[in-house]
């Protein structure tokens, strides 16, 4: 996938343009549903199938005093949004045309950079300048400026609509199982290795430490979890057992990997949450500590036969 971080012209790049243009938080089902149909109509057309995101949020731009928002960074939603198959991700920064009405978005970016053929939109999109572009309009400016649009029907799961919404509610309540199934994944997180302390290394538990670029996070405690390593185009996948907190206002985990000694400063890691295991408590002496790390991995392996990865 290739990977552009500034509007350029696409004409001759990337021919027959068919895109779909939102924030995709999350990357869920109905996400994925989208980008489904940009990738098939693509592949019909003989074209190119294309994500247009933003970054940062909108709504932390439009509306700042708005916390709590965010399931995924740019670095994992851009991974996520890799591996559905797309073939181009634009990611731009949403200042620089926040301040564009919705007529002028259209023709500016869809039309004289992007080039489109075909854009496909949830049923409740709105853009531009008050939100006052839709699809209604998106139609009308398409039968004159020659690209068509695709409207997306929600998807639901057990009778209710999937939404960001919903997950984030879902997270922050621990109900990971039912976030998974919204997301239609294992609900993961990711981030870069940090050198720490060493005192979990000292007891002979090293554990890779992570800082996440979320706002939106599971409760506090111990879990059970699988960790994928990204390594160049490698991405092992090993058993671990995390301890996951709130730190310096990030979200913090602590992940010991099991059978690993390999040094892992820098690296990314996905780490995806299976089941918790207990809260959090902070121990007085380290060989407390040790026979609970000892006691938590015995469970998590436990837990872990049971769960294909």
Known sequence: MDIIKKLVPLKHRYPHAVLAMGNFDGVHVGHKRIIDRVIGEAKRINGTSIILTFTPHPIKVLKPEVTDLLITSEEHKIKLIERTGIDVCISIDFTSIADMRAEEFVLEVLCNYLHVQKIFIGFNY???????GDAKLLRQMGEKNNFSVGIIKPVKISGEIVSSTKIRKCIREGNLDK?????????SV???????????????FPTANIYCDIEVTPPEGVYAAYAIIHINNKRPVYKAVLDARK???????EVYIFNLKTDLYGKTIEVFFIKKLRDRHKFQRREDARKQIICDATQARKILEKYDF
Not at 179 to 187: F, K, T, V
């Open 126 to 132: 709105k853009f531009g300048v008050g939100q006052h």
């Open 179 to 187: 976030a998974s199934g919204l997301l239609g994944r294992r609900y």
């Open 190 to 204: 990711m981030g870069n290795v940090s050198r720490g302390c060493g005192i979990s290394r000292d007891i002979d």
């Open 247 to 253: 730190q310096n206002s990030k979200f913090f985990l």
